[in-house]
């Protein structure tokens, strides 16, 4: 999974990653995890094409917080998760 973050130049707080060569499934189990986040109060991920195998996910945090550290928590907090799915079954 490769990425590239862009920050809304209105809204500081805002953040966009654009994935490659990746597809739905993981940026919306990444969105959900957001949104469970207490520091995030936005998040949401769309597919720009149907050809195309970029997701841009998007999410905003509270000010003042860091968003790699929020979005890197998230990332490690849905590896716990889906290992103990591996695990189970």
Known sequence: MVFSCF????NKTMYTYTFTNDDMTMAQLLTKTLLKHPEVTFA????????????DLSFSVQPGKEELCILKECLLQLQEILQSMEKAF
Request: hydrophobic share 20%; with cysteine; aromatic share 0%.
């Open 44 to 55: 949401a991920c769309k597919k720009r094409h149907p050809l195309e195998e970029n997701i």
């Open 7 to 10: 920050t809304n130049k209105q």
